[in-house]
């Protein structure tokens, strides 16, 4: 049915699920900075963080991803020439399409995490400190896990949102799902076949993923109790 292509789009799938992770692991530790600096009460931190979020949901993700791809290599080479370096340097299209994406929704995560961090009532770290934790004590078992129960659904919708966009980065030159499925479209004349192969394997990445979220969902609320109705 693929004319032997199957294996070509597996391995792109893969590819794709590789940036999609790399790039999550990065919006997860931006989103927590951004979301502590919008909380602290430095006024320079919390307006540098206001900016990289007002910037990256402001400019749309495909001019994003050309600007760091392009833009990138030629800061690279441009520093590197200033260091006597004179062979040309090509930045690696799965460096920036993660980069790209990971700041983007990092600006996303910045807000989830700080809405959050503001539902756990203050009372809770209180009791903490006055139990005798130590402030990182408070966050790592007392802050933290109550913070995720409350962005897990945000942080669910933002994965499936992050998944699909990395089809993006096939505009750059990476070898992912959607740059094979090309390939063989132009190649055997069907796109309608090898688009449709995408768009199921991208609707069974992210069906899985809505179950594993699920799962986490169950698993962060054991302890809880819902109300009465």
Known sequence: MLHGYTASLLEGAALTL????????????????????K??????AGALASLYTTVMRGVPDLVLMLLVFFGGQLAVNEIAAR?????YIDVDPFVAGVLTIGFIFGAYLTETFRGAFLAVPAGQREAALAFGMTRWQSLAHVELPQMLRHALPALSNNWLVLLKSTAIVSVIGLNDMMQRAGHAAGATREPFVFYGA???????????SELGFA?????????TRSAAP
């Open 198 to 208: 995408v768009a199921l394997l991208y609707l069974a990445m992210t069906s899985l």
């Open 39 to 44: 909380l602290s009460r430095s006024r320079a």
């Open 83 to 87: 260091v006597g370096h004179e062979d």
């Open 18 to 37: 590789g940036v999609a992770l790399s790039s999550l692991a990065i919006a997860v530790a931006l989103g927590l900075a951004g979301a502590s600096a």
């Open 215 to 223: 799962w986490l969902g169950r698993r962060v609320a054991v302890g």
